[in-house]
């Protein structure tokens, strides 16, 4: 069953992409019902996970210390319950939402093949095939960034994430072979055998190759700018890519790889702190956008850090249960936000919006329950995680992460806070022209979700985009609630949390004890509590209160147009890399278009070309046809060779 579970998808993907045009609108049912179909088997083989050492299927032995097979353990199962069971509610919301749109069968193939290179890399029981399906992630990634071709900006950022996700996999092929040299072998089970006694520099080196893996995939600093301009792919796909799945790719890595980074502490060190500034960075620049998917998207990036900043100090069961949560309360926003985007015409622009409780109420509770979650409201699943998250900073002996940690909380309750009131509160701004709010003026082409004549197609039912929204609302509310289950405690249960946050202490003997904190976990949750409920009260003041309300037209063009400029810039990394990397590139390019392949590499072959033609017209005027001339050519040729030897036989 567990080959029925990886291949279902990638069989939906080939048969939509040989039969899109027969199947017509059938290619979104074929693509979501091959999806949920693999999120039934996975609750089929679940049982069978938790005992033992989880379902295995050798697939392929080529060498010594190489083989291929599929692994189903507690830790893969968590991801494929994420990649199947939401992914197929975002599937079926994607029929409705693509409703229309010229490449509707298109859409759904690369949705499933996605689906199906994220099935390889966390089904993968060893380094090849995780290789494998992190290199496949990246490219279905290019393809759905980019699925609205005619867009300049969304080629531009197809392009823009397959390159930053190329360098991710060349740190991932060094951390593979640093591994290999010092093991003889892939299999995760043979390397993690063999973590202990390796030496200290060649885990440090394979840990830090795994990592850029880790930081370009999941978006950590500096390889994250490719995210936020990711957006301009359609929002199904910012759900299923940059919300739920191929994000946490990196959360994946660093918790299957746990040996490693249990015994590599400058490894640990490294991850943490680029995980709790990424989790900073990312949502200070969520304070200025005003586009709600990348509002969405940094928060995105400030939340995987989160993740990345648990899982590197050695949280490893926090960190896995805030990708847990997350990838429910953000999914529904993302969907939510889809509501609004289809609703609007495309509209994705905060200011343009304003009252929309009203006009939009479902979507309106949405992405309130979502909002909640997100900031850590009490009760809602993201209270739970980033708690754990945060005061396992503390325990694992990391104050300093601890303090940005709770820094971060109460910016992303602003920042979040800001979104849903300027979205939802107030009266709407649509009809108000755009210099008047400080908008620039947009040079992308419209997104025509739209019939091949041109004419907008028929709406699908509200209930396709509705139904999965409101299916993920339930667990971002409760999906925390697993976490009692692995705590010690009155409240330790043995509930779900017991057996898959449970399973690195059972099954991987971490060395990342935790230390006893300084502060009590409740008195922790307290203040991290009262930053939040600061940062939600600063932003109802700027942006909900009556008195807000009545002048928002100036005050959001006053603080669009004095907005500090580093961090409408983002912080200037891409123009970092611009200059560092793009521009000398670009430059070796043109240097290499003028003169070396022109003068170099061609005018060799034309050189070669010539000499061969001039040596062909020297040789003809010899070939006379005379007797006499050939014979002075022997003459000349023995006269030759005569005193050759007379001459060396002379030397020698």
Same mark, same amino acid.
């Given at each position: 069953?567990?080959?029925?579970?990886?291949?279902?998808?990638? +069989?939906?993907?080939?048969?939509?992409?040989?039969?899109?045009? $027969?199947?017509? &609108?059938?290619?979104?049912?074929?693509?979501?019902?091959?999806?949920?179909?693999?999120?039934?088997?996975?609750?089929?083989?679940?049982? $069978?996970?938790?005992?033992?050492?989880?379902?295995?299927?050798?697939?392929?032995?080529?060498?010594?210390?190489?083989?291929?097979?599929?692994?189903?353990?507690?830790?893969?199962?968590?991801?494929?319950?994420?990649?199947?069971?939401?992914?197929?509610?975002?599937?079926?919301?994607?029929?409705?939402?693509?409703?229309?749109?010229?490449?509707?069968?298109?859409?759904?193939?690369?949705?499933?093949?996605?689906?199906?290179?994220?099935?390889?890399?966390?089904?993968?029981?060893?380094?090849?095939?995780?290789?494998?399906?992190?290199?496949?992630?990246?490219?279905?990634?290019?393809?759905?960034?980019?699925?609205?071709?005619?867009?300049?900006?969304?080629?531009?950022?197809?392009?823009?994430?397959?390159?930053?996700?190329?360098?991710?996999?060349?740190?991932?092929?060094?951390?593979?072979?640093?591994?290999?040299?010092?093991?003889?072998?892939?299999?995760?089970?043979?390397?993690?055998?063999?973590?202990?006694?390796?030496?200290?520099?060649?885990?440090?080196?394979?840990? @830090?190759?795994?990592?850029?893996?880790?930081?370009? #995939?999941?978006?950590?600093?500096?390889?994250?700018?490719?995210?936020?301009?990711?957006?301009?792919?359609?929002?199904?796909?910012?759900?299923?890519?940059?919300?739920?799945?191929?994000?946490?790719?990196?959360?994946?890595?660093?918790?299957?790889?746990?040996?490693?980074?249990?015994?590599?502490?400058?490894?640990?060190?490294?991850?943490?702190?680029?995980?709790?500034?990424?989790?900073?960075?990312?949502?200070?620049?969520?304070?200025?956008?005003?586009?709600?998917?990348?509002?969405?998207?940094?928060?995105?990036?400030?939340?995987?850090?989160?993740?990345?900043?648990?899982?590197?100090?050695?949280?490893?069961?926090?960190?896995? !249960?805030?990708?847990?949560?997350?990838?429910?309360?953000?999914?529904? !926003?993302?969907?939510?936000?889809?509501?609004?985007?289809?609703?609007?015409?495309? /509209?994705?622009?905060?200011?343009?919006?304003?009252?929309?409780?009203? &006009?939009?109420? @479902?979507?309106?509770?949405?992405?309130?329950?979502?909002?909640?979650?997100?900031?850590?409201?009490?009760?809602?699943?993201?209270?739970?995680? #980033?708690?754990?998250?945060?005061?396992?900073?503390? /325990?694992?002996?990391?104050?300093?992460?601890?303090?940005?940690?709770?820094?971060?909380?109460?910016?992303?309750?602003?920042?979040?806070?800001?979104?849903?009131?300027?979205?939802?509160?107030?009266?709407?701004?649509?009809?108000?022209?755009?210099?008047?709010?400080?908008?620039?003026?947009?040079?992308?082409?419209?997104?025509?979700?739209?019939?091949?004549?041109?004419?907008?197609? +028929?709406?699908?039912?509200?209930?396709?985009?509705?139904?999965?929204?409101?299916?993920?609302?339930?667990?971002?509310?409760?999906?925390?609630?697993?976490?009692?289950?692995?705590?010690?405690?009155?409240?330790?249960?043995?509930?779900?949390?017991?057996?898959?946050?449970?399973?690195?202490?059972?099954? @991987?003997?971490?060395?990342?004890?935790?230390? $006893?904190?300084?502060?009590? /976990?409740?008195?922790?949750?307290?203040?991290?509590?009262?930053?939040?409920?600061?940062?939600?009260?600063? +932003?109802?003041?700027?942006?909900?209160?009556?008195?807000?309300?009545?002048?928002?037209?100036?005050?959001?063009?006053?603080?669009?147009?004095?907005?500090?400029?580093?961090?409408?810039?983002?912080?200037?990394?891409?123009?970092?890399?611009?200059?560092?990397?793009?521009?000398?590139?670009?430059?070796?390019?043109?240097?290499?278009?003028?003169?070396?392949?022109? $003068?170099?590499?061609?005018?060799?072959?034309?050189?070669?070309?010539?000499?061969?033609?001039?040596?062909? &017209?020297?040789?003809?005027?010899?070939?006379?046809?005379?007797?006499?001339?050939?014979?002075?050519?022997?003459?000349?040729?023995?006269?030759?060779?005569?005193?050759?030897?007379?001459?060396?036989?002379?030397?020698?």
């Amino acid at each position: 069953m567990i080959f029925a579970l990886w291949l279902l998808p990638f +069989a939906g993907a080939l048969a939509i992409w040989a039969f899109g045009p $027969q199947l017509k &609108r059938l290619a979104g049912a074929l693509g979501a019902a091959t999806v949920l179909t693999s999120f039934a088997i996975a609750l089929a083989l679940a049982g $069978q996970t938790f005992t033992g050492r989880g379902v295995k299927a050798p697939l392929v032995s080529w060498a010594q210390g190489f083989s291929f097979g599929l692994l189903l353990d507690p830790l893969s199962l968590l991801w494929v319950f994420v990649i199947t069971g939401v992914g197929g509610l975002i599937h079926v919301y994607s029929i409705g939402y693509m409703s229309g749109d010229r490449a509707f069968a298109r859409f759904f193939a690369y949705m499933n093949f996605f689906v199906f290179a994220m099935l390889t890399l966390v089904l993968s029981d060893n380094f090849v095939g995780l290789l494998v399906g992190w290199g496949l992630v990246g490219l279905a990634s290019y393809f759905l960034i980019g699925f609205w071709f005619f867009k300049p900006s969304a080629v531009a950022a197809a392009r823009k994430a397959f390159v930053i996700n190329v360098v991710g996999d060349i740190g991932l092929m060094f951390g593979i072979f640093v591994l290999f040299a010092a093991t003889h072998t892939t299999t995760y089970a043979g390397v993690f055998a063999k973590a202990g006694s390796l030496a200290p520099l060649t885990v440090t080196l394979a840990c @830090f190759g795994l990592f850029v893996a880790c930081a370009a #995939k999941s978006a950590q600093l500096p390889l994250h700018t490719w995210l936020p301009d990711a957006m301009e792919g359609p929002t199904p796909v910012s759900a299923l890519i940059h919300a739920a799945t191929m994000v946490t790719a990196g959360v994946y890595l660093i918790a299957r790889c746990a040996p490693l980074w249990d015994v590599s502490p400058e490894a640990r060190a490294l991850v943490g702190t680029i995980g709790a500034l990424t989790a900073l960075t990312g949502a200070v620049l969520g304070c200025v956008q005003w586009d709600i998917k990348r509002i969405l998207a940094y928060s995105t990036m400030s939340q995987i850090g989160y993740m990345i900043m648990g899982v590197g100090v050695g949280a490893y069961q926090a960190g896995i !249960l805030h990708f847990y949560t997350h990838a429910f309360f953000k999914a529904t !926003l993302f969907l939510g936000a889809g509501i609004l985007i289809h609703a609007l015409h495309d /509209e994705q622009d905060v200011r343009k919006m304003g009252g929309l409780a009203r &006009r939009q109420p @479902f979507a309106f509770w949405a992405m309130t329950v979502g909002t909640l979650a997100i900031i850590g409201f009490p009760g809602l699943s993201g209270f739970f995680s #980033k708690d754990a998250v945060i005061y396992g900073t503390l /325990e694992h002996g990391y104050p300093l992460l601890y303090a940005i940690g709770m820094v971060t909380a109460g910016i992303t309750a602003y920042y979040m806070c800001r979104m849903l009131f300027v979205t939802f509160f107030g009266s709407y701004r649509g009809d108000v022209p755009s210099a008047q709010l400080g908008v620039a003026a947009s040079t992308n082409p419209p997104v025509a979700h739209e019939a091949p004549s041109g004419h907008e197609g +028929a709406h699908a039912p509200a209930w396709l985009m509705q139904v999965p929204v409101a299916l993920l609302m339930i667990p971002s509310v409760i999906a925390g609630y697993v976490w009692f289950g692995s705590r010690d405690g009155p409240l330790a249960y043995g509930g779900p949390g017991s057996l898959w946050f449970g399973y690195f202490t059972t099954n @991987f003997a971490t060395r990342a004890e935790a230390v $006893q904190a300084a502060v009590p /976990e409740w008195l922790s949750t307290v203040l991290v509590l009262a930053l939040v409920g600061i940062g939600a009260f600063v +932003a109802y003041r700027r942006y909900a209160a009556s008195a807000a309300s009545a002048n928002a037209v100036e005050r959001l063009r006053a603080e669009s147009l004095t907005a500090w400029r580093p961090l409408t810039r983002a912080l200037y990394f891409d123009d970092a890399i611009e200059l560092v990397f793009v521009r000398p590139a670009s430059a070796i390019g043109a240097a290499f278009a003028r003169v070396v392949d022109p $003068q170099v590499l061609d005018g060799a072959v034309r050189d070669v070309a010539w000499l061969a033609g001039w040596l062909g &017209r020297e040789m003809r005027a010899l070939q006379t046809g005379l007797v006499r001339g050939y014979a002075l050519v022997v003459v000349l040729g023995v006269a030759g060779f005569l005193v050759y030897f007379a001459w060396f036989g002379t030397v020698r």
